[in-house]
């Protein structure tokens, strides 16, 4: 009798479990994403590569996957970097599971168990997140708290240690400078429109916001007393009424000695702010952002992109095309007053400059200047960023007549009529090379560039692109004098031009060639073509590349975060899906 009543038991509770699985499994939705980068090198003495150090081939991969049912979710990410493509950090070298993570959220309550990724305000405090194109994360693994007490009321809190590439997060290995420190951040953040009834449909609208984030490091150094909680904290306001928006976010850090500050006792500050106004056909935007000893990291001997604990938003126009991005502004975080002005505006259709269709006109200017020092007392003397002293002083608002970086650009884009369109830009640019690259004695990059964008539809499933880009630099050209030691320092120096065409068949096929000219450098050997040819094949939601050519020395940037890419020879291969 009692086997009798045990397997009833065990049969209802199976059947029990059968019905919870199916609801789990109805109620549920998978979805994930992969991606392979592979790249063969191969010598070419045209452009100076005879050794390839042994690394015949690259390949970076990762294949992420997520499952979410109602109020729960969970995911995981793989990585494999066998070895890595050039260009990536080799700390990156190797494969497995680098991210994974629950959460479970009922609106009221929210958390999250494994590897976060998050922003307090605009992250001048708390920023982590993950770049494929570059190699970056700084995921942290830990845990996050998300209430919500009232209607538009939102407070978070995260504890944890960041990703250092493949270094385990449950030991501290001191002889190899892997001595990441503890992030533990709050912030909370009021929306009024939607917590005061009467402000619900208002057109004046405002929501305030603050963080603070400290990490706690061990002191393993033997010169300096390092100190081992930093705390950082970060106010905020956005505000608008009707076509007008403003948003402030002001922050300030301790001292904090790192490898980064040349290991300086003085805080740091930073204020980012932003006016704009907008209606239809119409757009204008002023933004305005002041650093100054911002780095912020879990482990002070960082000096790559790892272990960022903030970000330093950049606000200066991103580029697109080659040859206009090959030099591409760096954010400064030891200091930098930048601003950036950008109007947007469409002559309405029906006009004799708008035509048909209506001409859109958008012009930029921005620019980022170093800020201004002043020396301090240590011991009898005076001096300027001298490690262990406070560094500097810095009046707020003053801006340094030594000049990083000013892009001023105007675009015309228009669509001449249903098979026609064209988008043409001219830029002004100034880059310090030695400061944002680190190239040291390099001279100043002054050049103007231009492009011409022209796209033709030669029926309903065929397509044709051109472009045209001219690069021409006011100082560096043939005949410019330059030292033996310094060629390196002149790879993509000088004037260039660049073509391409790419003819697409929709919906699967597209095809391209093009060529970069480096015919105006100063160093002879290095005025080289950079021929490239590319086939890729779109089906529902999977992309596979292949291309074949060389590749230019330059950096690439993402959000102002960038990473040096060598010039190299060879063939690659690409293959993305989604599901």
Not at 31 to 43: C, E, H, K, P, R
């Amino acid at each position: 009798m009692r086997k009798q009543i045990l397997t009833l038991l065990l049969l209802v509770f199976s059947g029990v479990q059968v019905l919870h699985a199916q609801s789990f499994l109805e109620n549920s939705s998978v979805n994930g994403s992969f991606q392979t980068d592979a790249q063969y090198y191969m010598l070419d003495k045209g452009i100076d590569i005879t050794d390839l150090n042994g690394k015949s081939f690259g390949i970076n991969g990762f294949g992420k996957v997520s499952y979410t049912n109602g109020n729960f979710s969970a995911g995981m990410r793989f990585e494999a970097f066998v070895p890595e493509l050039n260009g990536f950090r080799k700390e990156l070298n190797g494969l497995g599971i680098a991210n994974f993570y629950a959460t479970y959220d009922n609106g009221f309550l929210g958390v999250t168990v494994g590897d976060i990724y998050d922003q307090f305000g605009s992250g001048l405090v708390f920023r982590t997140y993950e770049e494929w194109s570059l190699g970056m994360d700084n995921a942290l693994r830990g845990v996050r708290t998300i209430i919500r007490p009232a209607q538009g009321v939102t407070l978070k809190g995260v504890y944890g240690r960041q990703r250092f590439y493949w270094a385990p997060y449950n030991e501290r290995d001191f002889s190899n400078d892997d001595y990441r420190g503890i992030v533990r951040g709050v912030d909370a953040e009021w929306d009024l429109n939607q917590s005061i009834s009467s402000m619900n449909n208002s057109d004046f609208k405002m929501t305030l916001g603050g963080s603070f984030v400290s990490k706690k490091q061990s002191d393993q150094s033997m010169f300096y007393n390092i100190p081992e909680n930093v705390g950082a904290a970060a106010g905020r306001i956005n505000l608008g009424y009707g076509r007008v928006a403003f948003s402030t976010e002001y922050a300030y850090k301790i001292n904090d000695p790192s490898a980064i500050n040349n290991f300086i006792y003085k805080e740091g500050r930073a204020l980012l702010s932003s006016l704009s106004y907008s209606q239809k056909g119409l757009g204008v935007v002023l933004q305005v952002k002041r650093t100054d000893n911002m780095s912020f990291k879990s482990m002070y001997t960082g000096k790559q992109n790892d272990l960022d604990i903030n970000f330093i938003p950049p606000i200066n126009y991103t580029h697109t095309h080659s040859l206009p991005s090959m030099y591409t502004y760096s954010t400064q975080p030891n200091g930098e007053m930048a601003a950036q002005f950008q109007v947007n505006y469409t002559i309405p259709k029906g006009t004799v400059l708008g035509g048909k269709y209506g001409t859109k006109l958008a012009f930029n200017y921005s620019q980022v200047n170093d800020i201004v020092r002043d020396s301090v007392k240590f011991g009898n003397e005076m001096g300027l960023n001298q490690p262990g002293t406070l560094g500097y002083t810095s009046k707020f608002f003053a801006v340094s007549d030594h000049r990083f970086f000013r892009d001023i650009n105007f675009e015309i884009d228009k669509k001449i009529n249903k098979d026609w369109h064209v988008t043409a830009q001219y830029i002004n640019l100034f880059y310090d090379m030695e400061t944002i690259e680190g190239h040291s004695g390099a001279p100043d990059v002054k050049a103007n560039i231009a492009f011409l964008d022209v796209s033709y539809k030669i029926n309903k499933r065929q397509s044709l692109r051109f472009e045209l880009q001219g690069l021409w630099e006011n100082k560096v050209h043939k005949g410019y004098e330059y030292e033996e030691s310094e060629k390196k320092d002149y790879q993509k120096r000088g004037d260039w031009v660049a073509g391409l065409v790419e003819y697409t068949i929709t919906p699967h096929w597209s095809f391209s060639l093009g060529d970069k000219w480096n015919y105006g450098n100063p160093v002879p050997e290095f005025r080289d073509h950079y021929f490239t040819g590319s086939v890729s094949y779109l089906h529902d939601a999977t992309r596979v590349m292949l291309s074949a050519g060389r590749q230019s020395e330059g950096v690439v940037c993402v959000g102002g975060v960038c990473r040096t890419v060598p010039a190299s020879s060879g063939v690659s291969l690409t293959v993305s899906t989604s599901f």
